[in-house]
């Protein structure tokens, strides 16, 4: 797929580190699963591993973390 981001590069599968903030909350999620674009790093997420994502980001606003460093596993 060419990236939509740069538009000169092309992503191959690899692993991106995906940081989200909710409120007082930051969740970093290390290891993802994605498709990296190999001139500008921009990554993308399936559809699946983007919902595995948000339900990890969900499960740590819900426990009152400040700050939370996982490493993705499926």
């Not at 538009?7 to 191959?12: C, D, I, L, V, Y």
């Not at 969740?27 to 001139?39: G, S, T, W």
């Not at 983007?50 to 819900?62: F, G, H, I, R």
């Amino acid at each position: 797929m060419n990236c939509t981001i740069c538009r000169n590069g092309s992503t191959r599968a690899g692993c991106a580190t995906v940081t989200l903030h909710r409120g007082e909350t930051t969740v970093i999620l290390k290891q993802v699963p994605a498709e990296v674009c190999e001139n500008c790093g921009e990554y993308y997420l399936s559809d699946d591993v983007a919902a595995l994502v948000l339900q990890k980001a969900e499960a740590a606003v819900k426990s009152g973390a400040e700050v939370e460093i996982l490493r993705f596993a499926a």
